[in-house]
């Protein structure tokens, strides 16, 4: 290049080289600096700048690469709302290893490369890009900043390698692809916005990536993407994604797979379908305004207050989402080291032989009427506050709790009926009940600073309310709403249980440490009268409240054994008298003289156990004795024992008939 090429023409090229010299000649390394004296610098005014800020990027490139006139290569560039016109190449063979780049509030009007170099810290925070910026397999080795940057062409970091921290906060991006990326410390992308596609397709986060209030208009794919360890200052120890209050219009999010991933606050504009795979999902006060199919692999899923305001599907999936799915030992050969060790640990959590419960721990809060949830585990579950709950669809893949069971040797033994229960009634039960312990329910994580919980949405157990059993039977009774139209008669009658179940112990005070503190409840408790309990109780004794057929047979069964044994006694029974004999026939008259039966007592009076037990089977089995002479007629407290007969003997057994129904009936 000729010299003149390189002579300053603009006052800002001036006062840059000047001060590049000025700093040579005071024994510094050389430093080229320009700013403006504008305080604050927005979008609108960078249109109307003119020749004035005018900065040649021919002249940077050569102020980088150390063949700018007398100048040696320059350790820090800085210049605050400049216009940099020309293609701009960050490569520079001679440059220093530490050089800093630092275009604050800056117009760029050409294209931006830097192809297959390495670059040390660059700052573009503020600046406005006109033309494309192609970065792509650039590695760069110190803090790489951006925040505040407008895109108005496509961005590439294709390939790109960033050994410090990448900070893209508030910055706009016409499209971005950050594909086959390695971060290898924290990724912040808050904040900022993507009008068109979003690519980080088999990027790698070594410490997680923050995508806290950002706004994707387009596509964002993150097939393949691998997430590790994020550190937060603010909101203590987070792994993975944190896509806090974003923003999807589009209908094609995802793939994510990562240790922890957050959708706190997030809003899908468009109907969409997002596979994910973590440890914990935290989607608190998400939106769907057209509707989402969830597709999760994942231990811990939160959903408290989320709001599905049209048809939406959580479920739970087969296998972890992208090709890393298939990942084998050969892994090493295709990915670096830094990807194939995330991959490694990844796998044996969401790999084809890992099994996630997916566990949705809370709804509370959530709005749920067209939600439809398949293959989640809800034994752990909180339901208290959800809205639209007798609405809600529960695949017959869903699970709940079960009692507490007891092994004995070879034996399983357990005092209460097995069933669905809730978790709000395992709760409730285990401060009231001896024999029913804890649930293990947002278990602490030793260390963890102040500020995990609130940030990740999780809270000690302490936390969790014990309700009113009032509170608990109207969960009950919506979710067996919910399973009754969907015709699901079987699975229904379980919450019909609990719901009983918990009318019948609501006037149960709590144990032991529990007694002296008063629950967390809301409006005064309400307790059913002690007649009603009583009533319930012994519904639930003789049949299971309408449930259980071995209760109202083994009922039956006691009923007519009891009497039995009662009627073999003279004082409640005898046996009828001898039928009257013909005693002469007058011939010639035809008339017929009867004597009359003989009374038979003592041991001729004895009723037998066979024939007590017949009689007391036959009473049983109508409500109106049939005509005809009875082989044994009733006395005194008899007769009243025999009405009782013939009054819960069908009861019994129409009991046991409708626990059969509602078992079979579909």
């Known amino acids: 290049m000729e010299d003149d090429e390189f002579e300053p023409r603009s006052p800002a090229e001036v006062q840059l080289v000047d001060l590049a010299r000025n700093s040579v000649r005071s024994g510094d390394e050389a430093r080229a600096l320009w700013w403006s004296q504008d305080d604050t610098i927005n979008v609108v005014e960078m249109d109307g700048w003119g020749e004035d800020r005018v900065v040649r990027a021919s002249i940077l490139e050569a102020m980088l690469g150390g063949y700018y006139l007398d100048l040696p290569p320059v350790a820090e560039i800085y210049l605050k709302g400049a216009v940099i016109q020309g293609e701009l190449s960050l490569l520079g063979s001679r440059r220093p290893p530490g050089a800093k780049i630092r275009l604050e509030s800056c117009r760029v009007d050409g294209l931006v490369t830097a192809p297959s170099n390495s670059l040390g810290r660059v700052e573009f925070d503020g600046s406005r890009f006109t033309r494309a910026v192609d970065l792509t397999l650039t590695e760069f080795h110190q803090d790489v900043s951006f925040r505040y940057a407008t895109f108005v062409q496509p961005c590439v970091f294709k390939g ?7 900070d893209f906060r508030d910055a706009s991006f016409h499209s971005v692809d950050f594909s086959r990326a390695v971060f290898e410390r924290g990724f912040y992308f808050c904040r900022s916005t993507v009008i068109g596609a979003s690519v980080f397709a088999s990027s790698t986060f070594a410490r997680g990536a923050d995508f806290t209030s950002c706004s994707f208009s387009g596509p964002a794919r993150f097939v393949d993407a691998l997430a590790g360890t994020f550190t937060n200052v603010e909101a203590g120890v987070w792994y993975g994604f944190r896509f806090d209050d974003a923003q ?22 468009s109907r969409c379908r997002l596979e994910l795979a973590a440890s914990m999902l935290v989607a608190n006060s998400l939106q769907a305004k057209e509707g989402i199919h969830l ?18 599907i959580v479920a739970a999936g087969e296998r972890a989402p992208g090709r890393w799915s298939e990942f084998r030992e050969a892994g090493p050969m295709r990915d670096p080291e830094l990807r194939h060790e995330l991959r490694v640990e990844l796998a044996k959590k969401f790999g084809e032989r890992s099994s996630p419960k997916n566990q949705v721990f809370s709804l509370s809060g959530a709005l749920v009427s067209d939600l439809v949830l398949e293959g989640i585990d809800l034994s752990n579950c909180a339901f208290f506050g959800v809205h639209g709950l007798d609405e809600i669809r529960l695949d017959s893949s869903c699970s709940f709790g079960r009692p507490p069971v007891w092994t004995i040797g070879r034996w399983s033994v357990s005092p209460y009926s097995q069933r669905r229960v809730l978790s709000e009634e395992a709760h409730w039960r285990s401060t009231h009940t001896r024999r029913w312990p804890n649930p293990k329910i947002d278990v602490p994580v030793a260390g963890a600073p102040e500020g995990y919980f609130r940030s990740l949405g999780r809270w000690p157990q302490t936390h969790r309310r014990v309700l009113q059993p009032t509170q608990v039977a109207g969960i009950y009774r919506n979710l067996r709403k919910s399973l009754e139209d969907s015709k699901d008669e079987p699975e229904a009658a379980d ?18 440490r529990h007694s002296s503190s008063r629950l967390e409840n809301d409006g005064v408790e309400q307790v059913p009268s002690r007649s009603e309990r009583w009533l319930l109780a012994a519904y639930w004794v003789i049949s299971g409240y309408g449930l259980r057929a071995s209760r109202a047979i083994l ?3 006691v009923l007519i054994v009891v009497c039995a044994v009662l009627f073999t006694n003279q004082a409640f029974a005898r046996l009828a008298p001898t039928p009257d004999r013909i005693s002469s026939v007058n011939v010639e008259t035809g008339e017929i003289a009867y004597a009359p039966g003989v009374e038979r007592t003592g041991e001729r009076g004895q009723i037998s156990f066979a024939e007590s037990l017949e009689f007391s089977v036959r009473e049983s089995l109508a409500l109106l004795r049939l005509p005809g002479n009875p ?7 008899g007769t009243v024992l025999d009405m009782l007969l013939r009054l819960l003997g069908p009861l019994l057994l ?11 009936k579909r």
């Open 495 to 512: 919450f019909y249980y609990g719901e009983m179940e918990m009318r019948r112990l609501s006037a149960r005070r709590p144990r032991g």
């Open 555 to 557: 009922a039956y069964a």
């Open 295 to 312: 597709v999760v692999r994942s231990d811990e899923l939160r959903l408290a207050d989320a709001q599905f305001l049209k048809p939406s």
């Open 248 to 269: 999807f219009y589009a209908s094609t999010v995802g793939p994510w797979v990562a240790e922890h991933i957050s959708l706190t606050g997030a809003t899908f504009h």
């Open 631 to 637: 082989s044994i007629i009733t006395v005194g407290t």
């Open 654 to 664: 129409g009991l046991g008939a409708l626990a059969v129904r509602g078992r079979t």
């Open 160 to 166: 790109a390698t960033f050994k410090g921290q990448a």
